[in-house]
């Protein structure tokens, strides 16, 4: 599930982890600064995607962006499917059986933005975006997508259509389906 930042990718990946009853992943959850390169999450996410797809059990400690540390380990157990959240994940080289792209309109975007990080924390959100849009450029993320999402759906709609989209087949998810 990829897209720009603030766009409700985090949100509409737990809606569809819930309807799906899968396992949750958000890129997040790793130490990717304002100033980095985008996919500096994959180091961190490629193990354990590995260890899952071997049939193991991945653990990993979450890192909290607001205390600046690492909280207790999570353990991710295999599952049939999935669900691999944050900018970058539907990436052309990544492991994403089905990608969702989901989006909002920029002032949507930068409104969410300021409550979420703080007015303070515009100016390296834009430079981020900045980053971001020149990879959805050269990978040309959105146009791969198999579902476009508006974060603006009512609730629950876009998870059914993604649900159904997997059940209908064609999907070779693997255990690692986005």
Known sequence: ?????????????????AALDAPLLGTDEFPVPWDGPVLAWWPHVRPLLETLRRGGTAVY???DW??????????????????LEGVGTAWRGGPADLRIWVDAPYGVRRRRAVLRDGAEGLAAWEEWGRREAAHFARDRTRERADLVVDSGDPPGASAELARDLLQRGGQDLGGLGA
């Open 66 to 83: 607001r205390t600046r540390a690492y909280g207790p380990p999570r353990v991710l157990r295999p599952a049939p499917l999935l669900v």
């Open 1 to 17: 599930m990829d897209g720009p930042s603030a766009a409700g990718k985090s949100t509409y990946a737990a809606r569809l982890a």
């Open 61 to 63: 400690r979450p890192y």
